[in-house]
């Protein structure tokens, strides 16, 4: 059984005059509380282990110190990040702003930061200490368990047009997306960049510093056209103030060109772009439609976003 510390463990561990008990958002453990300096900081989960956990750290700090809006972990006296309980934890400032509404604004603020973070030139030793990314070892037997379990979801919720536009979408991942990235990767690995695997509104605030990346701990070292893909597909999910839907194609065009500032892809990235977006959409988006629970589904906003998300095809989303 997992030993979850208190707030009053966590707090005694990493000396800070309070932690709350009751966590920020409902999604994870997001404790905040004072340091003993009188800075006001979150608690929560980092990376699983003691070597994830300190690159995480190394990640963010290497980061942070280029001029990248983003936590990184709280200079204590006390290890931060460190073991409490089971779990590896870490304290970041706490970072006070506003949620992302949408809009052509907010979504060109977001892809800039996105392209500043994969652009920060980091040292070897750093970026093999990170998570590696791994494609699944898929065979055709899971995707049809997963057009199984969701046939039991998606007509009742959303209706049979969705269920054949996620069965067309398993069927084109196997034959065509999944064995062409595979190929090309494993031919000359695709551009990688330490990114947080996690890029979507919940994610971020709007600072009067600019947006700030809140929650990078789901970090590895991956492929970047992978993260710009999965930003489509993640970006305004269980985000009570986005729109209820996915992008429009002016956020789309608009998050492009704040990422670009920062990053010009490869024409081999240009050319896998529709297969990288259904491989997102596969391992992403049906993952968020068998994941999502009644509370989920009875939420109109959520809904909005689930129904865009299981009829969207790649071809809606080109690069400009």
Not at 60 to 66: G, H, M
Not at 162 to 171: D, I
């Amino acid at each position: 059984m997992t030993q979850t510390p208190t707030s009053e463990e966590l707090a005694k561990a990493f000396g800070l005059d309070f932690v709350d008990s009751e966590s920020l958002t409902p999604w994870a453990t997001v404790l905040r509380g004072r340091s003993s300096e009188g800075q006001q900081i979150v608690v929560k989960r980092t990376a699983d282990s003691r070597e994830r956990a300190l690159a995480m750290a190394a990640w963010t700090t290497a980061v942070e110190r280029d001029g990248v809006p983003i936590v990184a972990p709280v200079p204590l006296p006390q290890e931060n990040p460190q073991q409490v309980g089971d779990d590896w934890w870490v304290v970041y400032p706490f970072i006070a702003g506003d949620p992302y509404r949408g809009g052509e604004g907010d979504a060109r603020a977001a892809g800039d930061l996105l392209g500043r973070i994969h652009a920060v030139p980091l040292p070897q030793d750093l970026t093999a200490a990170m998570r590696q990314y791994e494609f699944p070892d898929t065979a055709w037997a899971d995707v049809e368990t997963d057009l199984n379990t969701l046939a039991d979801i998606l007509p009742e919720q959303l209706g049979e047009q969705a269920m054949r536009s996620v069965r067309a979408l398993g069927q084109l991942w196997w034959d065509d997306s999944l064995p062409a990235l595979r190929e090309e990767d494993a031919n000359a690995p695709l551009p990688r960049a330490v990114l947080s695997s996690d890029f979507r509104a919940t994610n971020i605030v709007h600072s009067p510093h600019g947006v700030v990346l809140i929650d990078p701990d789901n970090g590895g070292y991956e492929p970047r056209l992978f993260e710009l893909a999965m930003a489509i597909v993640l970006f305004h999910r269980e985000a009570p103030d986005a729109p209820a839907r996915m992008f429009s194609d002016e956020e789309w065009l608009a998050f492009y060109s704040g990422y670009e500032q920062h990053i010009t892809l490869t024409d081999r990235e240009r050319r896998l772009w529709p297969a990288a977006l259904r491989h997102m959409l596969w391992e992403e988006g049906t993952w968020v439609l068998e994941d999502t629970d009644a509370d989920g589904w009875a939420d109109a906003r959520e809904h909005g976003y689930l129904r865009d998300l299981a009829l969207t095809t790649a071809e809606r989303f080109p690069l400009p």
